[in-house]
């Protein structure tokens, strides 16, 4: 499959870029005569961000999966489309063809309508990184049900919080995965969600670490059995087939909650066909994707990054997708490096925390690892640091493969702006570009553009976009008025990404990281607001405030202080019961890193938190905390200064 959109050279890029901006329709309707449809569109783009309403392919239909799978049958039916790595090291690696997922997801497919699934309907995923879970959200997508994976380190109430928000009437679990050493019992995580849930009807399990589990009757059934009965209902003499569902253009794929910086997570809901083109374009360009090449994204398909470059993206792409189990850590250190060498990896997608931390484990474990077959490096999530770009470079990349640094977000569905591996230039530290079709903007406070450089010679500002690409977020699920208010009402006219950025004159943007009350630890990204509601749960807490504060691995840890009420406190045991309390109800991702108690919080008269004052000492910053002033009680700033951890 070659691909005609494929730039090749900056000029190329120069040329499709401005033909993206002049053009948008011109050029966004050409690239999708790459693509399967049932039917073509009437219009390219419909769309206004007051709203917000973005159509695009309006009137056409398709189906993912059959770009995903079906229309690589006739020349790559034999090609690896997953190859799986599994966690435990020993276990056997498996290879799934094209079509071999051809016919895994018609299979579930069938399974997916035997239970009762119809278009429309919200199956919620929560399983580890199995190549079924793969056939999961494609099989999904085959009957056109609306697939939400939840990130298996998510909590039982994030999940019923989740479950309810959603409508979700069906379940898709494992008994339980393995991570590292750990073995998490996913489908007990999913009884205790549903304590109390009425609307979930079914409940599918695959069994894959053997752990024992409860199967509720009437409600649980096995994955094996049901897939063993779907077989014979979908393969007629040797023929597998399971008809793809016709999608309108804007009907819904997926739901992937993420955290803002109020209240509880979203549900970022996404397009067929945009999502489709969009994550297509980027996989093929950014990784200059070459037929034949192995694709290695390290995140977990729980976060979008694995929706959109583990799934989507490659398998269009008719690509060579690896899909990795375990963590970078387990065995040893030399996971990753283990991995490329066995399979012969030719582009690695990672994030800055994961090479920071293998970083730390000196050169030791990469002594007699091949890494010879890496083509292109590169990094998701944060910013990475020069320390880690450079370790990178030299000893991953051997300073021979191009890094690219993507900046995108849930709600962008794929990557925005990135150098383009090996055709426009890198730079430590920066994303760069805007890829065709982006149009980004610096604005201050106020929503102006900015003009004038700073004394570096950068403008600063708050990163905007002004005009919508194919996989822009639809809306909030069940609930348009969040979305509106989240993303478009900021700076009227302009979707607000919540990053401050800066831009130097070369037009490349260095991503400086989030302007709201939105963490990034470990390129997790976590709301602060939810992690003082999860820590106020805790009986003995009367108040807190969470910021962030630079951490060495994780880009960002938390830290939290907290005021307790009067009873007599034995502060580790106290600490200890915060921690647990923020586990049950978001997941340990979300556990502070810091705990300080405090006698109060700096706030205004108007009972306003002041977060600057709480985010510089976090910081370690102790003289300068700007103006404290407007403190209700000033002196309560000294309290937690000789306070700090
Ligand atoms: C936030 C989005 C995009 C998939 C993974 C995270 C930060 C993302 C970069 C980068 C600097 C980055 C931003 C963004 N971010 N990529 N290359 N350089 N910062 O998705 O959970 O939706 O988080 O991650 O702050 O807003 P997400």
């Known amino acids: 499959m070659p691909y005609p959109y494929q730039l090749k050279s900056i000029e190329e890029y120069n040329i499709a870029y401005q033909k993206s901006v002049e053009d948008p329709e011109g050029f966004w309707g050409a690239i999708a005569e790459n693509f399967l449809w049932k039917k073509k569109w009437n219009s390219v783009l419909n769309w206004n961000f007051t709203e917000p309403k973005v159509e695009w392919y309006k009137g056409a239909t398709l189906n993912i999966t059959e770009n995903c799978i079906d229309r690589h049958l006739d020349s790559m039916a034999h090609k690896p489309a997953i190859i799986w790595e599994p966690n435990n090291p020993g ?82 679990c494992c008994d339980g995965a393995y991570r590292g050493s750990k073995d998490i019992p996913l489908k007990s995580i999913i009884d205790d969600a549903l304590i109390g849930n009425k609307t979930v009807k079914r409940v599918i399990v695959y069994t894959r670490t053997r752990t024992p589990v409860s199967m509720i009757k009437g409600r649980d059934v096995w994955w094996e059995d049901e897939m063993e009965y779907a077989e014979t209902q979908v393969e007629k003499n040797g023929v597998v087939s399971f008809p793809a569902e016709e999608m309108d253009a804007e009907d819904p794929l997926f739901i992937l909650y993420t955290s803002g910086s109020t209240g509880k997570p979203k549900g970022v809901v996404h397009s067929s066909a945009g999502y489709m083109v969009w994550t297509n374009y980027s996989f093929v360009n950014v990784f200059q994707y070459e037929q034949g090449d192995v694709h290695f994204c390290t995140a977990d398909v729980g976060w979008i ?176 008025e969040r979305c509106r208010t989240n993303y478009f009402a900021t700076y009227p006219g302009l979707y607000f990404t919540g990053d401050g950025a800066l831009k130097d004159v070369n037009g490349f943007y260095r991503i400086t990281g989030r302007v709201d009350d939105v963490l990034n630890v470990s390129g997790h990204r976590i709301g602060t607001a939810e992690v003082e509601n999860a820590i106020n749960m805790y009986a003995d807490v009367v108040e807190s405030a969470v910021v962030g504060y630079p951490h060495d691995i994780k880009g960002q840890g938390i830290y939290a202080y907290v005021i307790l009420g009067n009873n007599k406190h034995q502060e580790e045991t106290t600490r200890r019961n915060i921690l647990e309390t923020v586990t049950r109800i978001i997941g340990a991702i979300a556990k502070p890193d810091k705990i300080q108690f405090v006698l109060g919080l700096p706030k205004t008269r108007s009972g306003k938190i002041m977060r600057r004052i709480l985010r510089k000492i976090a910081e370690g910053e102790t003289t300068s905390l700007g103006d404290t002033s407007t403190l209700l009680d000033p002196l309560i700033v000294d309290e937690i200064k000789n306070g700090k951890l």
Not at 134 to 147: E, K, N
Not at 393 to 415: L, S, Y
Not at 432 to 459: C, H, N, S, W
């Open 91 to 172: 276990e056997r690696t498996r290879i799934v063809t094209y079509s071999r997922l051809h016919k895994r997801v018609c299979q579930f497919a069938q399974v997916l309508k035997n239970n009762g699934v119809k278009k429309g309907d919200r199956v919620c995923i929560y399983m580890g990184m199995v190549p079924e879970l793969s056939y999961a959200v494609l099989g999904c997508a085959r009957i056109g049900a609306i697939h939400s994976v939840i990130f298996g380190g998510f909590s039982a109430q994030s999940i019923a919080d989740r479950l309810e928000d959603a409508g979700a009437e069906f379940i898709v």
């Open 305 to 480: 990054t694995g929706h959109s470059y583990i799934v989507y993206g490659p398998l269009s792409a008719g690509a060579t997708s690896l899909m990795f189990e375990g963590i970078p850590t387990y065995p040893d250190a030399g996971r990753f490096w283990d991995i490329i060498d066995k399979h012969k990896v030719n582009i690695l997608y990672t994030a800055p925390t994961a090479i920071r931390s293998l970083m730390s484990y000196g050169l030791e474990p990469l002594k007699g690892k091949d890494l010879s077959s890496l083509k292109i490096l590169g990094t998701v999530g944060e910013p990475i640091n020069e320390e880690a770009w450079h370790w990178y470079d030299e000893n991953i990349g051997r300073k021979k493969c191009p890094i690219v640094d993507t900046w995108w977000q849930t709600e962008t569905g794929g990557i925005l702006i990135s150098n383009i591996a090996g055709i426009t230039p890198a730079r430590p530290g920066w994303a760069t570009l805007p890829m065709p079709g982006v149009q980004p903007v610096l604005v201050d406070e106020k929503g102006i553009e900015v003009t004038e450089p700073d004394d570096r010679g950068f403008l600063k500002g708050n990163l905007c976009i002004k005009t919508p690409w194919p996989a822009i977020l639809r809306t909030t699920y069940g609930d348009h």
